[in-house]
């Protein structure tokens, strides 16, 4: 293969690292790894190596009993330092010992009183998309894959575990051992160490978390092994032996994130009604769509989101029925509009294939991969019919299983397998222009009929009497009261706001995201007694998907600008680094 990934130092003309082999020490005391890892190449090298790095302090680089001399040679604020090893002498294998750094991008360090338990600190990892190098030194490109071990110490009475087989050092001792016989992207590299129970759900699934909320957790996600058996139907066998769950605190920045082996997950999905399992449906898909057949750049990063959310709604239609995933799909495409309007109709954000070679690989992670490629493998599905797209979807994941690809590569295997394709969708337009295609097979669903009806009783003022409206919506879905609350203005009465809250009565769902949407309407509304409210929510929650649109309607919304920076300042050591970041580039390009 031969691309430049620009949000990478490496070269792979040097040669590529197979394995490594980590001795990790968790050190709260100093919030650092202090780690020595052994690195293997495909092959020896001689001459130079380069490596991407955040902030890593470099002790000593060994091979073959010799010393390797190395300096961190170029630097930059966003993708960090290269670390250029010199002086291979046709070696395959060198041995690095280092420390992380305190602000380690991928890594949140909590003390105790930032967990549920209180007594335990907390620490988790968060790689995708360019933040494995602030953990160890590696070929930060989705486009290398290699297997690892490793031993990892912890304090005796914590629990570390890592996205890969384990087995438990002696008991009580503090070591763990763990092992990734297949090989993963950089990104896919996962740890945490925390005081955890686990829970057995099924014969191959399991799901870790504090003492407190283990309970309500093994709840909330039990249908798992029900859904690990119809994305096999749709997807192929799983081939990565358990799949088990870890919840996170609050803070934690996604939904989910498909670690091989052990999903993160937010405790925000832990809402007692199990009406957040398209998240695991979704995190579980990636073992597939993602983890198997990996985006070799994050230019392609449709390749991984876009298959991903098909295969979710794929799954989800026999597990919820097609009028869920059809009222889902509403809500999606609505969501793609607003993002393209916002960000500009031809914007190169809007494109699959994003288009520039951008260095922050942040800026091609966007939600419209997601939506606009499921829509896109939709269309082709319609193309050829269910059938034959479900027998290529099998043979896509086994032709590239354990590969990494570029779009163009995934076209000219659409086009050998499924040329109608190319001639009855306009395959160009949907992957390298901007904004939507012009014809497509847009989506309607019942259930939202339902409540476009309400909102435009609403919008002619015809909403007086409460209880009758809290009869309508009692029993709506999730996307249901979601739709809702994106079809309503952005500004209302201020009165209104109180009542949208009153009868949808979102106190009692217990649903985070419905709160995202209620507080950008607060805002925009200029309701200000509930700024509080939404401070406190902020601070509590980490999840960028519920906070970042507040931060955005802060910053929009001339009463409310002040507040911003404030806020930021506020959370700051509460939130992973990841989500801070994102919110200092907020308040930066607004000049706050
Ligand atoms: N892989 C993503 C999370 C991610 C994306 C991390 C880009 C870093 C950079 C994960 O699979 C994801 O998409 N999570 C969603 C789940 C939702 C779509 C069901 C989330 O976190 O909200
Ligand atoms: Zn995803």
Redesign the pocket.
């Known amino acids: 293969m031969s691309f430049h990934d620009p949000t990478s130092y490496v070269d792979l003309s040097q040669g590529r690292i197979n394995h490594i082999d980590f001795h990790i020490l968790v050190d709260f005391e100093s919030s650092t790894l202090d780690v020595e890892a052994t690195y293997q190449l495909q092959e020896p090298i001689s001459g130079s190596l380069y490596l991407d790095s955040f902030k890593i302090e470099m002790n000593q680089a060994d091979v073959n009993g010799r010393k390797l001399e190395w300096e961190f040679d170029v630097s930059d604020d966003v993708i960090g330092k290269r670390l250029h090893l010199k002086g291979f002498e046709n070696d395959s294998s060198f041995t690095l010992t280092f420390k992380t750094s305190p602000e380690a991008r991928a890594l949140q360090w909590m003390n105790a009183s930032q967990t549920l338990g209180g007594a335990h600190p907390f620490l988790f990892s968060q790689c995708q998309a360019s933040n494995a190098r602030s953990v160890f030194p590696c070929q930060d490109t989705p486009s290398v894959r290699f297997t690892y071990s490793a031993e990892v110490e912890v304090p005796a009475e914590l629990t570390a575990v890592m996205a890969a087989e384990q087995a438990r050092g002696p008991e009580g001792s503090g070591m763990f051992i763990f092992n990734m016989p297949q090989p993963i992207p950089s990104y896919l590299f996962a740890i945490a160490a925390a005081h955890l129970e686990f829970r057995e759900l099924g014969p191959r699934t399991g799901i870790y978390a504090e003492p407190e909320i283990i309970e309500a957790a093994a709840w909330e996600f039990a249908e798992t092994e029900k859904t690990i058996i119809e994305a096999e139907k749709l997807l192929g066998p799983y081939l990565w032996g358990r799949y088990d769950m870890l919840v996170l605190p609050p803070s934690f920045p996604f939904g989910?994130m498909?670690n091989p082996r052990l999903t993160f997950l937010t405790p925000t999905a832990i809402i007692g009604t199990r009406g957040q399992a398209n998240l695991v449906t979704?995190?579980l898909a990636?073992a597939w769509t993602?983890n198997l057949v990996t985006n070799a750049t994050w230019q392609d990063f449709w390749l991984?989101?876009g298959w991903?959310?098909y295969a979710e709604t794929r799954i989800t239609e026999i597990l919820e029925g097609r009028e869920v995933t059809d009222l889902h799909a509403v809500y999606d495409e609505k969501r793609t509009f607003e993002i393209m309007q916002r960000v500009g109709m031809d914007a190169p954000v809007t494109c699959l294939k994003i288009p520039s070679g951008d260095k922050d690989s942040d800026s091609m992670t966007s939600q419209l991969a997601?939506t606009k490629g499921c829509f896109f493998l939709k269309e082709c599905e319609y193309a050829v019919g269910r059938e034959r797209f479900d027998a290529f979807i099998q043979k896509y994941m086994k032709t590239f299983q354990f590969k990494s690809l570029t779009t163009e590569e995934f076209l000219d295997f659409l086009k050998a397998e499924l040329p109608e394709v190319f001639e009855k969708v306009d395959v160009q337009t949907w992957v390298y222009k901007p904004g939507m295609p012009e014809a497509w097979h847009k989506p309607t669903s019942r259930l939202f009929d339902e409540v476009e009806n309400v909102l435009s009783d609403y919008a002619e003022g015809k909403l007086p009497q409460k209880e009758q409206v809290k009869e309508r919506v009692k029993d709506w879905h999730r996307y249901q009261i979601l739709t809702f609350l994106q079809g309503l203005p952005k500004a209302v009465p201020v009165e209104d706001c109180k009542y949208i809250e009153d009868v949808l009565e979102l106190a009692k769902r217990n649903d985070d995201y419905f709160y995202t949407y209620f507080f950008v309407i607060c805002i925009g509304s200029g309701y200000r007694e509930v700024m509080p409210r939404i401070e406190a929510f902020v601070e509590r929650i980490g999840r960028m998907l519920y906070i970042i649109p507040i931060m955005r309607a802060l910053i929009e919304t001339d009463w409310a600008r002040d507040r911003a920076r404030p806020l930021l300042e506020r959370v700051r050591e509460k939130h992973h680094p990841v989500t801070v970041n994102a919110m200092e580039v907020l308040l930066k390009k607004a000049g706050l």
């Open positions: 989910g498909e979704h995190e990636h993602g991984n989101e991903t959310t997601y």
